[in-house]
């Protein structure tokens, strides 16, 4: 008889204190505060890519906006491979094993620069005229987009710069 008036008192005094109520509010909040972090990080990191993305089409384009043709073609020197090297890698040259700038970008052939080339692989173009270079990338999200029942996320970017030569 003696354990349950004890058990009785302890239970009732538990809901009367308010050491009760701190533990139940954040057993309610922290998961929800959790995923709300988780999120904002999440967010932040697909803008991060986004905007190494556009870096890269910037510095391509930048590159080829600057390229003096000879006939009508680019130089040997400053050509559509060097471009989609630059904005994959960020540099003109990379090392073996180099990262590209966006984790889980996979192909540098995956960048589009227009005007394109002819058949004989020369490119109408002049001064004045706008180069453009674009892409697509599907980002690798993390499980709480899943979670939150997210599709995949695609990110298009493109950049236009003024032909200008030397």
Wanted: glycine letters at 8%.
């Amino acid at each position: 008889m003696n354990a349950f008036r004890t058990r009785r008192r302890l239970r009732f005094h538990f809901w009367l204190s308010e050491e009760a109520a701190v533990l139940t509010e954040a057993i309610i909040v922290v998961p929800f505060v959790t995923v709300f972090a988780a999120g904002i990080l999440e967010f932040g990191n697909l803008f991060w890519e986004r905007m190494q993305i556009d870096a890269g089409l910037r510095d391509a384009g930048r590159y080829l906006s600057r390229c003096r043709p000879e006939s009508g073609t680019f130089e040997p020197t400053c050509d559509r491979a060097t471009a989609r090297t630059i904005a994959f890698y960020g540099t003109q040259s990379p090392a073996d094993g180099a990262k590209p700038r966006v984790p889980g970008w996979e192909d540098p052939g995956d960048i589009v620069i227009l005007p394109v080339e002819n058949a004989d692989g020369t490119v109408d173009i002049s001064s004045g005229d706008t180069i453009t270079v674009s892409t697509s990338h599907l980002y690798e999200t993390s499980p709480l987009f899943a979670l939150l029942g997210i599709e995949d996320i695609t990110i298009s970017a493109s950049h236009e710069e003024r032909y200008m030569g030397w």
